[in-house]
């Protein structure tokens, strides 16, 4: 089993910033075989894609929303992912959630909620304007 831990949500002003970190563990667990990603979801809203990486960390990829504001990176050696997001806006608000699923290949990335095998319990982030 996999346990996925998200944090470093809060409320921020437009404009401002925050760092979201997702802490993996499980018992034989070895997250650099697994392809990681984030997502989130506002109020009456569906779970989007918001960015993903490989696990090698040589791919990423963004949706067209936060392309140029947020980037994802992974230690391998802590077993944690990050969400660095700045110029936040109010449309960024909502509940962020890590997922993880294992790959075979290094550079696989996954865009999409049913690819993932594990999730976070999320972390709320609130941009006011």
């Known amino acids: 089993q996999v346990q996925l831990v998200d944090s470093g949500g809060g409320l921020v002003q437009a404009g401002g910033s925050l760092r979201l970190s997702c802490a993996a563990s499980g018992r034989t667990f070895t997250f650099s075989s697994y392809a990681m990603g984030w997502f989130r979801q506002a109020p009456g809203k569906e779970r989007e894609f918001v960015a993903a990486?490989?696990?090698?960390?040589?791919?990423?990829y963004y949706a067209d929303s936060v392309t140029g504001r947020f980037t994802i990176s992974r230690d391998n050696a802590k077993n944690t992912l990050h969400l660095q997001m700045n110029s936040l806006k109010p449309e960024d608000t909502a509940v962020y959630y890590c997922?993880?699923?294992?790959?075979?290949?290094?550079?696989?990335?996954?865009?999409?909620?049913?690819?993932?095998?594990?999730w976070g319990q999320g972390t709320q982030v609130t941009v006011s304007s």
């Open positions: 990486i490989s696990w090698s960390g040589a791919n990423k």
């Open positions: 997922a993880a699923v294992q790959e075979t290949f290094p550079h696989t990335i996954v865009v999409v909620t049913t690819g993932y095998d594990y």
